[in-house]
C-alpha cells in the first residue's frame, strides 16, 4: 500500500472511532473524501498550524459540515493544537470537537458549517475579499495577498438554493483562487439522488462561467493531483473539480449505501473496514511515520517566516500602505474613529433636518465610509431603495477594478448575507449590505450564523414597517423586527431621526462581538430636539426622551416611526393634566446590556402603567408593559394603500396612543 492511501486511511479510522465513541456522527464523508483531502493539505495548502490566524494561509472550507470528523482529523494530523483526546472527546459537551465545525471553538476552523450550501458562499465571500485586498495592497515584487480558498461540498449543498445565488455571483466576477471539490457521490440521506438531483452539473457551473474539471476519480492520488494543478491555473475563472467517489470508501458493507451518511458503522463494520484498509493498529493509535507525513508545522513555519520577511520590507517601501495593512487585518479601527463619529453626529443634531432615516443612514455611511476604507457596502439590488452607496462608492467590476467598496449582489438575499460572512472571517473589511426588511427572511439563517460567530457584519434593512404602503402585505414586515430581535447575539436598533441613525450606525461599526441589524424607514420622520444628556443616552439604547414634573402617572415607550407620535401624545394628555414620560428606546438589546441602575433610572419599577408603540408584531413588548399595561402594535397583516392612510387605519395617530394610555392610567 502506498504512503499516501496510508496517510488518506489515517483520516478514515479516526473518523470511524471516533464516531463510534461518540455514537453519533456521519462517517460517510470523512471517509469518501480522505483522499482528496490527503493530497490538497499536504501537496498544496498554504497553511500554519502553529498559528491558525496567519493572514496569508489558504483557506479551506467544509461546508457540507456534517462531515466534520474529516477536518478535526486533518487538523490533527496535520499539527493543529487539536490532540488525539480531544479526538476522543468528539460530540461531547465542552469538547473542542464539536458535531458541526464551529468558528472560534476549534483552531483551524475556518467558519462555522452545517446549513447546507452556506460554507460555499463564505468561501465565496473569502475569496471575493481576497481579490479585493489584494487590489488594494499588493504591489510588484509585494504579494502580501496571495492565497487560495478551497471548499468541500457534496449534493446537498448543490441542491441548496444559496449554491446557485452565491456560484453564479462567483462566475460573473471571475474569482479565480476560488477552487471547490464537489463530493459526487449519488448519496443523500434519503438514498440515491438521482431521482430528486439529476442535475448536469458540468454544465450548469460551465453555464455560470466556472472552469470545470469533470470527472476526477476521487479516490485516485495521481488524478486528484493533476485536476488540482489544473484549477490552479485557471485564473479567471473560479473551478469545480467534480470528484467521483463513494461514500463511506473503506468500510466494506456499508460503503455505497445511505446509511453510512449519518450513522456510527459499528463495531463489526469498523473491524471488517480495518482488514480492508490494512490498518492492524487500536482505536485512536496512528503510527509515528504518518504523523511524521503528516506535520505541516515546520513547512508552515518557513512559509510564514518567509512572509513575514515581505512584510518587513512592504513596510520599507510603503510604510503609509504597510500601516493602514496591519491595522485592517487586525481588525482595528482608526484612533480617531470615535471623536469623528461624535463630531458627525453633532453635525446631524444641528442640522435639524426632517429625513426618512434610510435617508440619515446614507449620509452616515457617506460619512464614516470616508474614515474607514475597509466599510464595503452592497444591496441585493435595491440600492436606489435602501440608499446603501454614496459619494465615494467605487463599484467592484468583474475581471477589471476590484479595488472598490461597493458590491452589487444582484437579487441574492441570502447568498449576500453569508458572503458578508465570509468577508468578515476574511479579514479587511467590515462589510454592510441592503435589502427591505420583510425579505431578511429569505437571508434568515445566514443572519443567525453571523450571530453564532459573533461577526461585525452590518445588515441594513429599509422600509420597515406598513408606511411602505401601496406595495402592501407581501412588502409590509410585521413580524420581522420581533424575529430579529429572537437570534441571541444580534444587536437591532430601529432609530426615530437622523440623530439616532447617526448613533446606531456608529454602534454598528465599534459592535466586534456580533452582527447589527438597522431598521430603516421609508417615510420622512420629524427631527426630534434633544439636551446633551440625552445626546450621549441614545447609545445606551433607550434614555428619557421627554420627563414631566413629579412621578408620571404613566410611561409611553416607542421606537422608530411612533417616537413623534409618542411626544405627540404625551403633550396632549399633559394639556389634560397627565404627567407622561416618553422613553424612546432604538435598541432593546443594548437597554438591557446597561447596568440596573440606568435601566431602573428609565423605567422605574414604581410606575407600572406604561404603553409600548411600535408598527410591528406585538410579542416582545409584553415584559414593559407590563400586566397594567398596554402594547399598540400590529399582530395581522398589513394591506395595500397610502402609508398615512395605513398608520390611520392601524391605529398609529395621536388620538388612539392617548385614549389607551388614559384607559392605562385608570386601570380599564
Not at 490566524?53 to 470528523?69: A, K, P, T, V
Request: net charge negative; charged share 20%; aromatic share 8%.
Amino acid at each position: 500500500m502506498s504512503t499516501r492511501k496510508k496517510m488518506a486511511n489515517a483520516i478514515r479510522v479516526l473518523s470511524m472511532d471516533a464516531i463510534e465513541k461518540a455514537k453519533s456522527g456521519h462517517p460517510g464523508t470523512p471517509l469518501g473524501m480522505a483522499d482528496i483531502a490527503e493530497v490538497l493539505w499536504n501537496d498544496f495548502m498554504r497553511h500554519n498550524p502553529a498559528n491558525p490566524g496567519w493572514f496569508n494561509r489558504d483557506r479551506f472550507i467544509l461546508s457540507n459540515g456534517h462531515g466534520s470528523m474529516l477536518l478535526y482529523s486533518l487538523l490533527h494530523l496535520s499539527g493543529y493544537d487539536l490532540t488525539i483526546e480531544d479526538i476522543k472527546q468528539f460530540r461531547r459537551l465542552h469538547s473542542k470537537t464539536p458535531g458541526h465545525p464551529e468558528h472560534g471553538l476549534t483552531p483551524g476552523v475556518e467558519t462555522t458549517t452545517g446549513p447546507l450550501g452556506q460554507g460555499l458562499a463564505n468561501a465565496v465571500g473569502m475569496a471575493l475579499a481576497e481579490k479585493m485586498l489584494a487590489a488594494r495592497f499588493n504591489r510588484d515584487g509585494f504579494n502580501l495577498v496571495d492565497h487560495f480558498t478551497y471548499v468541500f461540498a457534496g449534493d446537498g449543498c448543490l441542491m441548496e438554493g444559496i449554491s446557485h445565488e452565491c456560484c453564479s455571483l462567483a462566475g460573473t466576477l471571475g474569482l479565480g483562487k476560488l477552487i471547490l471539490f464537489y463530493d459526487d457521490n449519488g448519496i443523500s440521506i434519503d438514498g440515491p439522488v438521482d431521482a430528486w438531483f439529476s442535475d448536469d452539473t458540468p454544465k450548469r457551473f460551465e453555464a455560470y462561467g466556472w472552469h470545470v474539471v469533470r470527472d476526477v476519480d476521487g479516490h485516485n492520488p495521481d488524478a486528484i493531483k493533476r485536476a488540482i494543478i489544473e484549477a490552479r491555473a485557471q485564473t479567471l475563472k473560479p473551478s469545480i473539480i467534480c470528484c467521483r467517489t463513494v461514500i463511506g470508501c473503506g468500510a466494506p458493507n456499508a460503503c455505497g449505501k445511505a446509511s453510512c451518511h449519518g450513522a456510527p458503522l459499528g463495531q463489526d463494520e469498523i473491524a471488517a473496514a480495518r482488514e480492508r484498509l490494512a490498518w492492524p493498529y487500536e482505536p485512536f493509535v496512528i503510527p509515528e511515520d504518518i504523523y511524521a507525513g503528516w506535520d505541516a508545522r515546520e513547512k508552515g513555519a518557513r512559509m510564514e517566516q518567509q512572509w513575514n520577511e515581505m512584510l518587513a520590507a512592504y513596510r520599507k517601501s510603503y510604510p503609509e500602505l504597510a500601516l493602514e495593512f496591519e491595522r485592517r487585518i487586525a481588525g482595528k479601527l482608526p484612533e480617531s474613529f470615535s471623536g469623528q463619529a461624535v463630531e458627525f453626529i453633532k453635525d446631524i443634531e444641528a442640522a435639524g433636518r426632517d429625513m426618512a432615516t434610510r435617508k440619515a443612514s446614507q449620509e452616515a455611511i457617506g460619512r464614516y465610509a470616508s474614515y474607514l476604507p475597509e466599510l464595503v457596502g452592497g444591496s441585493a439590488d435595491l440600492t436606489s431603495s435602501n440608499l446603501t452607496n454614496w459619494s465615494g462608492t467605487r463599484p467592484v467590476r468583474p475581471a477589471s477594478d476590484f479595488d472598490g467598496n461597493y458590491v452589487h449582489y444582484g437579487v441574492r438575499e441570502f447568498a449576500m448575507a453569508a458572503m458578508m460572512n465570509g468577508m468578515a472571517l476574511h479579514g479587511g473589511f467590515i462589510p454592510y449590505g441592503g435589502t427591505f426588511l420583510v425579505f431578511s427572511d429569505y437571508a434568515r439563517n445566514a443572519m443567525r450564523m453571523s450571530a453564532l460567530m459573533k461577526l461585525r457584519v452590518i445588515y441594513v434593512l429599509t422600509h420597515d414597517s406598513i408606511g411602505t404602503g401601496e406595495d402592501g402585505p407581501t412588502h409590509q414586515p410585521v413580524e420581522h423586527i420581533a424575529s430579529l430581535r429572537l437570534i441571541s447575539g444580534m444587536s437591532l436598533w430601529r432609530p426615530a431621526d437622523a440623530v439616532e441613525t447617526a448613533v446606531a450606525w456608529q454602534a454598528a461599526i465599534e459592535n466586534e462581538n456580533g452582527p447589527t441589524c438597522l431598521i430603516l424607514s421609508r417615510q420622512t420622520l420629524p427631527h426630534i430636539e434633544r439636551q446633551p444628556e440625552q445626546m450621549e443616552n441614545i447609545a445606551r439604547g433607550a434614555y428619557v426622551l421627554r420627563d414631566c414634573q413629579g412621578r408620571p402617572e404613566a410611561i409611553i415607550i416607542a421606537t422608530g416611526s411612533e417616537v413623534g407620535l409618542a411626544l405627540a401624545a404625551a403633550l396632549e394628555l399633559d394639556r389634560m393634566g397627565h404627567p407622561i414620560r416618553v422613553v424612546s428606546m432604538p435598541s432593546v438589546d443594548r437597554f438591557e446590556a446597561q447596568d440596573s441602575e440606568y435601566r431602573k433610572a428609565v423605567l422605574p419599577s414604581d410606575v407600572a402603567r406604561r404603553v409600548v408603540v411600535e408598527a410591528g408584531h406585538t410579542g416582545c413588548w409584553h415584559r414593559y408593559a407590563g400586566s397594567r399595561g398596554r402594547v399598540i402594535g400590529i399582530d395581522s397583516f398589513g394591506k395595500s394603500g397610502p402609508g398615512n392612510e395605513l398608520f390611520k387605519h392601524f391605529g398609529f395617530e395621536v388620538q388612539p396612543i392617548v385614549d389607551t394610555v388614559l384607559k392605562v392610567i385608570q386601570g380599564i
